[in-house]
């Protein structure tokens, strides 16, 4: 049965996906080993959890150091998530440059239950008690409140002053004769952008906010009062709560790329070799490459590739595993003489329990025979080894293929002549019939001896 194995791959080091750490995004699944046939699902993940929420009560805010941003934009859009749950004599700042002329704040009126957006602009009727999203838009003259989303206000932009660069506050506001904090409640999730973020109604992102090239301030009040561009603040007695407007969430606006090709956040994958697969996560102009390893497990192992003699014997042997059956009717380390050449396949399970196969090639060399037919005279030398009889003579050697050659040897030697005395008369060089055709010398048959000095005798022997 092939079984499918689910691996989810987790990015971090990501400066594009908000505020991401050790804490919020890792590989929760190291390499892997599986069985040859197996699938495995690979998931990227990018997102995290919302901690927490920046908490107050009257008397607690905090202070965010001023970039200078506001003094000189006609486009922007900020936005945040707020829930009101106390507020002591209205007229009070959410967020906004501390000092009150400077006009640029999202403040609650005096009897707790209106909203503003920009001082001397239009109050619009708000609910508390609930977490609420909350974004203002700034478009050259005309400005838009939007409230969870949907279109609240829209009006002409009529301050009359430029907002400076005070330090900006969350439930505070100073003016001329003192200051004061009068909101309980949560603030998360902020964000500024150098652009018009929003032109009609829309779904509150349930997730934290990412980089992006129009981003100013991006804070998430994970326990800290960190900006992830450099202007982080400080408390003045708020707090943090695990009150937040979401908990785990899910960045959408990213791109995939496996090495694979696919495009989706996970992939089925089939791998028949160990492979490391790899993924390109992008947002925002910026990327990241991670990695995981698949490894197939592949133990079991029928030996290297054997030539052998024909005749001889061989022991095939796996290893890896147990239980090993071969094909051909061949045991597992019993000696056979395999006719001819073939490829034996050993199946076993190896100690993962995956079922594994391996093959080896076993190639029967043939023997080589050869018959040499020689006449010569007195002696004849073969391969080092002088004969000095006429006969039939066998000899083995080793091929070029490290198998025997077989060489057989029809020798008819021929002698000089010798008197009774030992006294060496002439020296015979060859003898042929009465055409001049090389002979051997026969008995009962005229021949021609032929001698080293050129002389010819006639000779007929006789069989005695």
Known sequence: MKRIILVAIFFSGLNVFGQFSAANTYIDQTDTTICIGDSVHLSMFSGGINTNSLA??????ATIPNNGFFS????YT?????KQTGCLGGDEHIFGIDWYAQKLYFGIGNACNTLTFLRDQAEIPYTTGSWTHIAGVKDNDTIYLYINGNLALSE?????SVPGTENITINHHTWSSGSSSR?????????????VRYTSNFIPPTNEFLIDANTIYLMHFNGDMIDELGNSGTTNGATWSNDTPFNTYTNTNVSYLWSTGNTTSSIYVHPLVTTTYYATISSGGATYTDSVTITVSNLINAGTDVDICAGDNVTLNGTGGSNYLWNNNVVDGQAFAPAQSNAYVVTAQDTLGCTGTDTVVVTVLENATSTLTETALDSYTLNGQTYTQSGTYTQTLTAANGCDSTITLNLTLNFTGIDELGAVVKKLVNITDLNG???PRRKNTLMLFIYEDGTVERVVEMEE
């Open 437 to 439: 055709k090389t002979i």
């Open 78 to 82: 900020v936005e945040f998530w707020y």
């Open 183 to 195: 909101l309980s409640g949560f603030f998360d999730e902020l964000r500024v952008s150098d652009t």
């Open 156 to 160: 002409p932009y009529v301050a009359t």
């Open 56 to 61: 107050f009560i009257q008397n607690q805010y």
């Open 72 to 75: 000189t934009a006609t486009q």
